[in-house]
């Protein structure tokens, strides 16, 4: 509400210096996103997950050895159900296989899972990767 004093207007007619900072701060960082995400809807043509599974470490524990892996999706496309299959291998033959589901990989992101093994993975070929997913 407007103060008087007698019939004269105590409000100046220049804005003070912290509102025209405060607008311009404003309209800098709003159009920075506008941008972002104009340039992220423009640029970004990943129709699919680009999957890819690394092994981080294997340990003996009580039941057999954990192998835990790494997913890495570097595509912008989310992949829900994540099929991951690990192989351990005495060459030439298939020694043991395991599988796990991976409930939720973003794009651009990372998940962690392990698979549990009867046989020592360590010293023999292991082969792990993803086999399926959906997308949500």
């Known amino acids: 509400m407007t103060k008087n004093t007698g019939h004269a207007n105590i409000e100046t007619n220049e804005p003070h210096w912290i509102e025209w900072t405060t607008g311009t701060l404003s309209a800098l960082v709003i159009l920075a996103v506008l941008i972002w995400i104009g340039r992220d809807a423009l640029m970004d043509r990943d129709t699919s997950p680009d999957l890819g599974v690394s092994v981080l470490q294997v340990e003996a524990r009580s039941n057999g050895f954990q192998v ?53 993975p360590r010293g023999r070929a292991i082969s792990i990767r993803a086999i399926s997913f959906n997308l949500p």
Request: proline letters at 4%; hydrophobic letters at 35%.
């Open 68 to 120: 835990l892996f790494e997913i890495q999706n570097r595509s912008s496309q989310t992949a829900s159900q994540v099929t991951v299959r690990g192989e351990v291998f005495e060459e030439p033959k298939l020694v043991e296989a395991a599988e796990t589901v991976t409930d939720y990989v973003p794009g651009h992101s990372k998940a962690v899972g392990g698979l549990i093994f009867k046989t020592d």
